[in-house]
Nanobody
Framework: QVQLVESGGGLVQSGGSLRLSCATSGFNLDYYAIGWFRQAPGKEREGVSC????????YYAESVKGRFTISRDNAKTTVYLQMNSLEPEDTAVYYC????????????????????????WGQGTQVTVSS
């Protein structure tokens, strides 16, 4: 059974940092894409970053490039989102999600930031950035 559990959210001042974790179980990350998404009140869910571990591809939304970094631990079961230089506009509930790579028509190493691409979701973790 595919399971994703996010943690690491909290309240931080503008300019601060947080590291979110997405603990996975029930599947092999080598054959799945992992995405981080966020949803602010009254706004649609948007893609923040994704990783295709088998092809070593990483992608970022323009709004977070240079500030956020996606990575995977050596045990190959947890994906992190390191968030630096946080801004009040980053305030949202952050979710991790996954889908299998097979039969998705992706190029080697590619992953996508569209929420509709993803099949399984965690429960989310709140990130609040104060000004």
């Amino acid at each position: 059974q595919v399971q994703l559990v996010e943690s690491g959210g909290g309240l931080v001042q503008s300019g601060g940092s947080l590291r979110l974790s997405c603990a996975t179980s029930g599947f092999n990350l080598d054959y799945y894409a992992i995405g981080w998404f966020r949803q602010a009140p009254g706004k649609e869910r948007e893609g923040v970053s994704c990783i295709n571990i088998s092809g070593r591809g990483k992608y970022y939304a323009e709004s977070v490039k240079g500030r956020f970094t996606i990575s995977r631990d050596n045990a190959k079961t947890t994906v992190y989102l390191q968030m630096n230089s946080l801004e009040p506009e980053d305030t949202a509930v952050y979710y991790c999600a996954t889908h299998p790579l097979r039969d998705r028509g992706l190029r080697v190493g590619q992953c996508l930031l569209g929420p509709d691409e993803y099949d399984f979701w965690g429960q989310g973790t709140q990130v609040t950035v104060s000004s």
